[in-house]
């Protein structure tokens, strides 16, 4: 059985009301669509709610109410997660607040210092970190260590 099965395609809509009243056309569409394929025969539904072509075994589409775009009144149903589950979203705000570097107790002063060009490419030559080996040394010669 070889046949164009019925498609209902909308990523090329947005959100504007011309392209609703597009996105509920084409739904028409589709739903007679796939009832007269089903009425016909050839095709039957699985557990998860799509259709397949008997003979081949080719999924051939959902079932029209999953696939069906919502109407104004069920999207007004429709709460926000953190009114839903405020415990849960409280957990997942406290989760993502305590990500990153911890705050230190102490924090360093960023200052401009201007330094022999030697100073700077000695403690460049030996990597990473080549600030805080300077700090650490500065630490040391000022016996604040």
Do not use: C
Not at 47 to 66: H, Q
Request: charged share 35%; aromatic share 6%; hydrophobic share 30%.
């Amino acid at each position: 059985m070889t046949r164009k099965w019925p498609q209902f395609i909308t990523a090329d809509l947005g959100d504007s009301k011309a392209d609703d009243a597009e996105r509920t056309r084409r739904w028409h569409e589709y739903d007679r669509a796939m009832k007269d394929l089903i009425a016909k025969g050839g095709v039957h539904q699985d557990a998860d709610g799509w259709w397949v072509e008997t003979s081949t075994g080719d999924l051939v589409g959902p079932d029209p109410a999953i696939e069906r775009p919502t109407e104004l009144d069920e999207d007004t149903s429709v709460k926000p997660f953190r009114e839903v589950f405020p415990e849960l979203a409280d957990g997942i705000d406290q989760e993502i607040a305590r990500r990153g570097r911890p705050k230190a107790e102490t924090t360093k002063k960023p200052v401009t210092i201007r330094l022999d060009p030697d100073i700077v490419d000695h403690y460049k030559a030996r990597g990473k970190g080549w600030q805080s080996r300077m700090n650490d040394d500065l630490r040391k010669l000022a016996g604040l260590q």
